[in-house]
């Protein structure tokens, strides 16, 4: 979750999340992470009807969050360093974005090899 705080007066969008998610015992191992300013005390109570036990992270930096860490890949991250079916995965290095950006043009330039590969390999998938 980047920056949304599921207020409880918003009890529709919290529900249409549970609906479309599940349970957190339906979701027993996966890793919810949020990214928000407000102080972890009241984003846990927040957030605890989507989170699974001690399975989250949190940040009040987008920079310090997977998804800048490994950006596009942070699925294929996490299983990596969770799950690695070989060692190369076990030690597999974050791609983390660059913070020098001064435009959104050059922000999205990088991620260009990114989502090349992703083309590729979906079209390898394909044939």
């Known amino acids: 979750m980047f920056g949304y705080g599921a207020p409880v007066s918003d009890i529709e969008a919290v529900s249409l999340l549970n609906n479309a998610w599940g349970t957190p015992d339906e979701r027993n191992m996966e890793q919810f992470e949020i990214i928000d300013v407000t102080p972890e005390e009241e984003l846990r109570k927040r957030w605890d009807g989507f989170i699974h036990s001690h399975h989250y992270d949190i940040t009040n930096n987008y ?3 997977s998804l800048a860490y490994n950006p596009r890949r942070t699925s294929e991250s996490y299983f990596s360093h969770y799950e690695p079916m070989t060692p190369a995965e076990a ?10 950006f ?13 989502i090349e590969a992703e083309i590729r390999s979906k079209k390898q998938d394909d044939s």
């Open 63 to 65: 920079f310090n969050s």
């Open 91 to 100: 030690f597999r290095k974050s791609n983390p974005i660059p913070q020098h």
């Open 102 to 114: 001064d435009n959104l043009k050059k922000l999205w330039k990088w991620h260009e090899p990114l």
